[in-house]
């Protein structure tokens, strides 16, 4: 586990940083991924019912500093494509963000998807989102393939972005 540090000066102790896969159902978890759901979006994502299937039947991922869970990330696989993991909520808590802390989370949760034998990874994102598009495309690589002009019935465009991972089982960031 490393030590991380939100400023630049590592005169304090710093956080101890965990990205985790959550691999048990426990409904305690539930409010907690709740309510980093709800500070995260101005709308709420999830009921307990959905997070509980979640919890059981997708994959949860978590980012922790010192046992707090500072975000998750929630997975599905694809129907169409087995090797195919979707993304579809990421969040980190206000306070945590602007630190770098979601790209060390994002590449943490690639890491475990790669070795679980992931071959693809696919994500949505708002197209006014320019920031997480950057981060996505320079940092990590994902291309963007198709564009959704209201998926989710908002008037809102939608990108969706997908990254290919080699199959040698690397986790090296594209440069």
């Known amino acids: ?9 590592t005169a304090s102790e710093g956080y101890a940083l965990e990205v985790q896969e959550v691999d048990r159902h426990d409904p305690l978890l539930i409010p907690v ?3 980093l759901d709800l500070l ?6 999830f009921s307990r019912y959905t997070l509980g299937a979640l919890l059981r039947y997708g994959r949860i991922f978590t980012i ?3 046992g707090l ?3 998750a990330c929630h997975c599905l696989r694809s129907f169409d494509f087995p090797d195919e993991v979707v993304i579809f909520n990421m969040a980190l808590r206000p306070g945590w963000r602007g ?11 690639i890491d475990r998807l ?9 994500l949505l994102v708002g197209a006014q989102n320019h920031r997480a598009i950057a981060v996505y495309r320079t940092k990590f690589g994902f291309q963007h393939v198709s564009t959704y002009p209201n998926e989710y019935n908002t ?3 939608y990108y969706l972005m997908r990254l290919d991972l080699p199959d040698d089982g690397g986790s090296e960031l594209p440069s």
Do not use: K, P, W
């Open 114 to 122: 790669q070795a679980r034998g992931t071959r693809r990874i696919s």
């Open 155 to 157: 008037g809102q465009e």
């Open 33 to 35: 991924l709740n309510e």
């Open 69 to 71: 869970v500072i975000g």
């Open 64 to 66: 922790t500093a010192d």
């Open 40 to 45: 995260t979006y101005s709308e709420g994502t």
């Open 1 to 9: 586990m490393e030590r991380y540090y939100l400023t630049r000066s």
């Open 99 to 109: 630190h770098g802390l979601g790209t060390r989370f994002l590449q943490g949760v």
